[in-house]
């Protein structure tokens, strides 16, 4: 089994910033594609960014330009450095993973962390 945790949520102003990060473990292949997605209250789950295994890279256009999705393959872990954060991107933010050329729609990912609250006020 896949395990994944997210770290690095806060409270922070508009305009700010802050880094998440997921650390993988467990059996992971070399076609495995990561992403992140965020739920804030009363609304559906949505993707944010995701990352391919062979380094592909989308963003959901609402955080094109101020959000960036990396990995570390060396250290089993995804960033999403987000910058000027609006009120809006406030939500619980999800790790998510999974074997196979992904996409952006939850259903397809079979690995989940906890979530790692972002507010921005």
């Known amino acids: 089994d896949v395990q994944l945790v997210e770290s690095g949520g806060g409270s922070v102003q508009a305009g700010g910033s802050l880094r998440l990060s997921c650390a993988a473990s467990?059996?992971?292949?070399?076609?495995?594609?990561m992403a992140w997605f965020r739920q804030a209250p009363g609304k559906e789950r949505e993707g944010v960014a995701r990352?391919?295994?062979?380094?592909?890279?989308s963003y959901a256009d609402s955080v094109k330009g101020r959000f960036t999705i990396s990995k570390d393959n060396a250290k089993n872990t995804l960033y999403l450095q987000m910058n000027s954060l609006k009120p809006e991107d406030t939500a619980l933010y999800y790790c998510a993973g999974g074997n196979g050329y992904c996409n952006m729609r939850p259903s397809w990912y079979p690995n989940w962390g906890q979530g790692t609250q972002v507010t921005v006020s």
């Open positions: 990352i391919e295994s062979d380094g592909s890279i």
């Open positions: 467990g059996a992971t292949y070399s076609n495995y594609c």
